[in-house]
């Protein structure tokens, strides 16, 4: 026991490690520890938001699903930024050059700015036509727009702080990114009830609150993590000499984000396009399916925080020249997600009833919740190596190929089936549930054929 803790304090601590030696489960260990808490925040801030806003009624609950489904652009963004940021930055680590690592990590936060604030006056202008867009009842609109604009008019924050985590990945320092999600996250939890409900000198902001408890506790977030890029000594550090743009690096980033982008828009467009399919049975089916997915995300989170460690690993050991080892980090980490993610999925499957009522006691929210878990929960085991394959394909930086794999498995295959299952077969909701857990499944498998063909080895970044 002592010896557990004690590597569960050193891989806390955020001491710089060597990754390209040494044993690989000990690597994974001292990588995914800090990067599963960083997301297991991450998903607790989704269960607790949604756990208050659901006090509001139906209409606040289909108000975040919306809102989220179209934020998810700059969410969309921001990660495949992170992906490149990641993958650029622990290559050159691994290379022993960390004033190019740092010169990667400027270059990232510089282009991620810009976009951000074009996004955000985009979004907090066009908010009601968004929500319209999204087939929100007039109700819902009225509302929640307030909630949208605020949400889009503070996506800055929300994007250096995925963007600067992911540096701090790369650089294999999740300690760091950890703390600056649990300040972000942990300030956002104890804002919400006194933003919605009101409390001392703060008025009842309802749902609106909300949206400024997200807005304030993730720009604290992103000063946590400023100070250590700009003041604290590290292999990855910003002083004047990396605050230089040099559009060779954005350009570099820009290929390989674009990929990494590409990814998660078509997730995300996917997304967007089965919430769509879903408002057609009503705000109740919405509420439903926001409030499964967010219970869903609370174990996808922390899995995705294991295979992030993969990438770190991939990313690291290429530029060392030990591919051989990159691919042994690979399969230990997808068969550790496997085992969490199947442990998570028979829980749900058992005690999916009293987990969905926590958040929502509508009988038709319970009756939707309850069914979109156990469904999704089937496909649990392919989700754990699909996440933790398509992340190292990333590591690598070769963003394409899991990006066509997203292009054939989500807007080919899942949505026409979804559209299918729920419309022409008249199976509702039930369809949408049904679609994502078996193309999810699918997209695992293909998955891993392609990565046992060994390509991304080659990539040069």
């Known amino acids: 026991m002592k010896k557990w803790i004690a590597l569960i304090r050193q891989a806390v601590s955020g001491q710089e490690q060597d990754y390209t030696t040494g044993s690989i489960r000990m690597a994974i260990f001292l990588l995914a520890i800090p990067m599963m808490l960083e997301m297991v925040m991450e998903s607790l801030f989704a269960v607790v938001d949604i756990f208050f806003v659901g006090k509001l009624g139906v209409a606040a609950v289909a108000t975040v699903g919306l809102t989220e489904s179209v934020i998810t652009v700059i969410y969309a963004i921001s990660i495949g930024l992170s992906m490149a940021a990641t993958a650029m930055v622990a290559r050159r680590i691994g290379?022993?050059?960390?004033?190019?690592?740092?010169?990667?990590?400027?270059?990232?936060?510089?282009?991620?700015?810009?976009?951000?604030?074009?996004?955000?006056?985009?979004?907090?202008?066009?908010?009601?036509?968004?929500?319209?867009?999204?087939g929100a009842e007039d109700a819902v609109i009225a509302a929640g727009v307030g909630y949208t604009r605020i949400i889009f008019?503070?996506?800055?924050?929300?994007?250096?702080?995925?963007?600067?985590?992911?540096?701090?990945?790369?650089?294999?320092?999740?300690?760091?990114?950890?703390?600056?999600?649990?300040?972000?996250?942990?300030?956002?939890?104890?804002?919400?009830?006194?933003?919605?409900?009101?409390?001392?000198?703060?008025?009842?902001?309802?749902?609106e609150g909300a949206a400024w408890a997200t807005t304030i506790g993730r720009s604290m977030g992103v000063l946590?993590?400023?100070?250590?890029?700009?003041?604290?000594?590290?292999?990855?550090?910003?002083?004047?000499?990396?605050?230089?743009?040099?559009?060779?690096?954005?350009?570099?980033?820009?290929?390989?984000?674009?990929?990494?982008?590409?990814?998660?828009?078509?997730?995300?467009?996917?997304?967007?396009?089965?919430?769509?399919?879903?408002?057609?049975?009503?705000?109740?089916?919405?509420?439903?399916?926001?409030?499964?997915?967010?219970?869903?995300?609370?174990?996808?989170l922390p899995a995705m925080g294991l295979a992030n460690a993969a990438t770190t690993l991939v990313g690291q050991?290429?530029?060392?020249?030990?591919?051989?080892?990159?691919?042994?980090?690979?399969?230990?980490?997808?068969?550790?997600?496997?085992?969490?993610?199947?442990?998570?999925?028979?829980?749900?499957?058992?005690?999916?009833?009293?987990?969905?009522?926590?958040?929502?006691?509508?009988?038709?929210?319970?009756?939707?919740?309850?069914?979109?878990?156990?469904?999704?929960?089937?496909?649990?085991?392919?989700?754990?190596?699909?996440?933790?394959?398509?992340?190292?394909?990333?590591?690598?930086?070769?963003?394409?190929?899991p990006t066509i794999i997203n292009i054939m498995m989500f807007w080919v295959l899942e949505i026409p089936l979804a559209w299918y299952m729920a419309l022409h077969l008249v199976w509702g909701a039930t369809g949408v549930f049904w679609s994502v857990a078996m193309c999810h499944s699918l997209h695992a498998l293909v998955s891993v054929y392609i990565f046992k063909k060994g390509r991304w080895k080659l990539v040069k970044v």
């Open 224 to 300: 946590y993590q400023l100070y250590h890029l700009l003041l604290k000594p590290s292999q990855i550090r910003l002083t004047k000499a990396n605050l230089v743009f040099k559009l060779s690096t954005v350009w570099t980033l820009v290929k390989v984000g674009a990929g990494g982008m590409g990814q998660f828009l078509i997730e995300s467009a996917s997304w967007i396009a089965l919430t769509r399919i879903v408002a057609t049975s009503g705000s109740i089916a919405v509420a439903g399916w926001t409030v499964a997915i967010r219970v869903v995300i609370f174990t996808l």
């Open 317 to 401: 050991n290429l530029g060392a020249g030990q591919p051989e080892r990159a691919e042994a980090s690979v399969w230990k980490a997808a068969l550790y997600n496997a085992i969490f993610l199947g442990s998570c999925s028979i829980l749900f499957i058992l005690f999916g009833d009293q987990i969905i009522g926590l958040f929502n006691s509508d009988p038709g929210v319970l009756l939707v919740g309850k069914e979109a878990l156990f469904v999704l929960c089937l496909g649990y085991v392919f989700f754990a190596y699909g996440m933790v394959i398509a992340q190292s394909f990333n590591g690598a930086g070769d963003t394409l190929t």
């Open 153 to 207: 008019l503070g996506n800055l924050p929300i994007m250096l702080l995925f963007l600067i985590n992911g540096v701090f990945r790369g650089a294999g320092k999740p300690a760091i990114a950890m703390r600056a999600l649990w300040l972000a996250n942990g300030i956002n939890i104890l804002l919400d009830p006194i933003l919605i409900f009101g409390f001392w000198i703060f008025p009842e902001l309802g749902i």
């Open 95 to 134: 290379e022993k050059k960390p004033k190019e690592a740092s010169d990667t990590a400027f270059q990232a936060i510089a282009l991620g700015s810009i976009t951000a604030l074009v996004l955000g006056i985009v979004g907090y202008t066009q908010a009601e036509n968004l929500l319209r867009l999204m």
